[in-house]
């Protein structure tokens, strides 16, 4: 009843652009705030960006000015912009929402502390 689907990752070139996606199931009417984290082979899972339901952001340090975060609200989804990616953005990048009301199939509220994506590949290679 509470998924989230990301999409957009794929190869791309040292410098280049790519956009993912992230989209709440429609089950899902309100949701706190959202983030991409990603995980590279061997190293642990790291918050890249975040967005309240107010548009407030975070970002990693290793990201300031390269890669952005929006999201629509009346869609729930979340948006991630990254630029100029280097080999260092190697990595699968999940989705992640905290504070998710839904409403299940016989048309009653709940409500989910977390929820996380599968995860979409980026990988930045010449």
């Known amino acids: 009843q509470v998924q989230l689907l990301e999409s957009g990752g794929g190869l791309v070139q040292p410098g280049g652009s790519l956009r993912l996606s992230c989209a709440a199931s429609?089950?899902?009417?309100?949701?706190?705030?959202m983030g991409w984290y990603r995980q590279a082979p061997g190293k642990e899972r790291e918050l890249v960006a975040a967005?309240?339901?107010?548009?407030?952001?975070d970002y990693a340090d290793s990201v300031k000015g390269r890669f952005a975060i929006s999201r629509d609200n009346a869609k729930n989804t979340a948006y991630l912009q990254m630029n100029s990616l280097q080999h260092e953005d190697t990595a699968v990048y999940l989705c992640?929402?905290?504070?998710?009301?839904?409403?299940?199939?016989?048309?009653?509220?709940?409500?989910?502390?977390?929820?996380w994506g599968q995860g979409t590949q980026v990988t930045v290679s010449s």
């Open positions: 429609k089950t899902i009417f309100a949701i706190g705030s």
């Open positions: 992640n929402a905290k504070g998710l009301w839904y409403r299940d199939r016989a048309g009653r509220t709940g409500y989910e502390y977390e929820s």
């Open positions: 967005i309240t339901s107010t548009l407030d952001t």
